[in-house]
Each structure stands twice: as C-alpha cells, then as structure tokens.
Antibody, heavy 119, light 110 residues
C-alpha cells in the first residue's frame, strides 16, 4: 500500500520561502505510471493544484503559481519536494502531496500539513 | 486557468439521489475523459471516488456514479446515506500533465 507523508515547517514568515518534503513508501517513486503532485487548500476553501513532477525530474506547474514554485524529486531518497518563494498570508493552507496516476488521478494522498504564513 | 464550476451546495434526504455538476470547457472536461471526483471530510485528506469520468475504484460503493456530457461532468449519489455528507470536488486533466480542480460542493444529507 503506497503511503505519502509530508514534512516541513508549520510557520513561515512573509516574503520567505516555504519548503516541504513528501516521502513515498510502500512503492517505487520511479514507477512509470506515477506522477507526484503538490496540492493545497486554504482554510475553509477549495483545493488547488500547485504542480507535478515525474521521476525523471520533468515538472509541470499551475500557471498562476509558476513564477514562485519549484518542485524537485530525489529518487535515491524516494521523496519529492516543494519550494514556494515570496510567500504571503494568502499562501496559508494545508499542503497535500499526492500520487497522480498517469498524471490524471490522485489515488494516494498524504495526510496534509498546515503551513501558516505569519510574522 | 479558472476553477471548474461546481454548485456550492447540494442536499437530499436519506434514500434519495443527488447529482453534482462540474462544468468546464472544451480544453478540460470536454476535451478529455480524465475527470475524477473526490470526497473530503472535514480535517481529512480527499479520497478519490470516481476516475476517468465513470470508473469506480475498488471499495467505493456502487451508489456513486459518474458521467459526462459535453463540457459538464456529473457525480450522482444514489440511496443517500448520512455518511455521504461531505465536500465533493471534481478534477479534470487539461493537457500537458496539468490538472484543474472544481470549487467544491458541500453535500448535506437532510
């Protein structure tokens, strides 16, 4: 059973860079059908796709966040990471990592981690 | 890239059926048969209920069904049960390994 677990600081100061890591266990991060995504949900609001990375390192980003987002993968550690720069209070959200089967369907999700942007 | 359009709320009595719509464009919902639906309880991660428009993963009750017509996808919950009360989100593939979410629908079982 595939499992994903997010980790990272729960509090980030405005204008700084938010950094999160997702560790994948119970399966191979290099599986050819798996794409690895970050998705966020501001408190009381809906879900928003941030971006996706393939095990080769190829990335795909939400156009609205592209200028501030970097997603990378480390297959040797079976993990992928998110960096979101120049954060503001609007970036306060629960951040989820997920597997997108064939890049389309989020069939496995992490439990989510709340990141608050505040000084 | 605007979110797919879902009604903010839907409701039904136990045993009834309710349908939640998800409207996009020919560049997303209408262009691909990769629409999926997710159920989310408060404080929990989403759980996928339908994929590729109408397929049900193992373990999801057959009370849940999906369909699509043109640029609008739909999720129907038949035989409503109290446990179905949750938020529901649609997601569509938009090409180039991009996806887009709907705004979410809060389903209330009366």
């Amino acid at each position: 059973q595939l499992q994903l677990q997010e980790s990272g600081p729960g509090l980030v100061e405005p204008s700084e860079t938010l950094s999160l890591t997702c560790v994948v266990s119970g399966g191979s991060i290099s599986d050819g059908t798996s794409y690895w995504a970050w998705i966020r949900q501001p408190p009381g609001k809906g879900l928003e796709w941030i971006g996706t990375v393939y095990h080769t390192g190829t990335t795909y980003y939400n156009p609205s966040l592209k200028s501030r987002v970097t997603i990378s993968v480390d297959t040797s550690k079976s993990q992928f990471s998110l960096k979101l720069s120049s954060v503001t209070a609007a970036d306060t959200a629960v951040y989820y990592c997920a597997r997108l089967y064939l890049g389309t369907t989020g069939d496995y999700w992490g439990q989510g981690t709340l990141v608050t942007v505040s000084s | 890239q605007s979110a797919l359009t879902q009604p903010p709320s839907a409701s039904g009595s136990p045993g009834q059926s309710v349908t939640i719509s998800c409207t996009g464009t020919s560049s997303d919902v209408g262009g691909y048969n990769y629409v999926s639906w997710y159920q989310q309880y408060p404080g929990k991660a989403p759980k996928f209920m339908i994929y590729e428009v109408s397929k049900r993963p193992s373990g999801v009750p057959d009370r849940f069904s999906g369909s699509k017509s043109g640029n609008t996808a739909s999720l129907t919950v038949s035989g409503l049960q109290a446990e179905d009360e949750a938020d529901y989100y649609c997601v569509s593939y938009t090409g180039s390994n991009n996806v887009i979410f709907g705004g979410g629908t809060k389903l209330t079982v009366l």
